[in-house]
């Protein structure tokens, strides 16, 4: 079983930066591939960001690209989501999720195990 509670959502303006953090309960997360969703009101949840087990690969929804990163600290079992240049359509609740495998999956099907979310809110 692995547990996900994330932190560093808010309210901001718009061109500010905010730094998102996922904690995994047990040192197993090491080994999997860690995912970021997010789900607007009214919306779908939909593909963020995605890294494999070592922090070796990477990948990104086009709307966040160059925007956003997503790293890992496998040694604090934390998995981070770097926010640059937030937007007004980035507005939504942001998931944390661990995949049963190490490498990058980019759906939501391919992950077991998701954290509670936490709201990012982006005022123009």
């Known amino acids: 079983q692995v547990q996900l509670v994330e932190s560093g959502g808010g309210l901001v303006q718009a061109g500010v930066s905010l730094r998102l953090s996922c904690a995994a309960s047990?040192?197993?997360?090491?080994?999997?591939?860690m995912g970021w969703f997010r789900q607007a009101p009214g919306k779908e949840r939909e593909f963020v960001a995605a890294i494999n087990w070592s922090g070796g690969s990477t990948r990104y929804a086009d709307s966040v690209k160059g925007r956003f990163t997503i790293s890992r600290d496998n040694a604090k079992n934390t998995v981070y989501l770097q926010m640059n240049s937030l937007k007004p359509e980035d507005t939504a609740v942001y998931y944390c999720a661990a995949a049963p495998q190490s490498s990058i999956v980019t759906t939501t099907r391919g992950y077991n195990y998701w954290g509670q979310g936490t709201q990012v809110t982006v005022s123009s």
């Open positions: 047990v040192r197993t997360s090491s080994n999997r591939a």
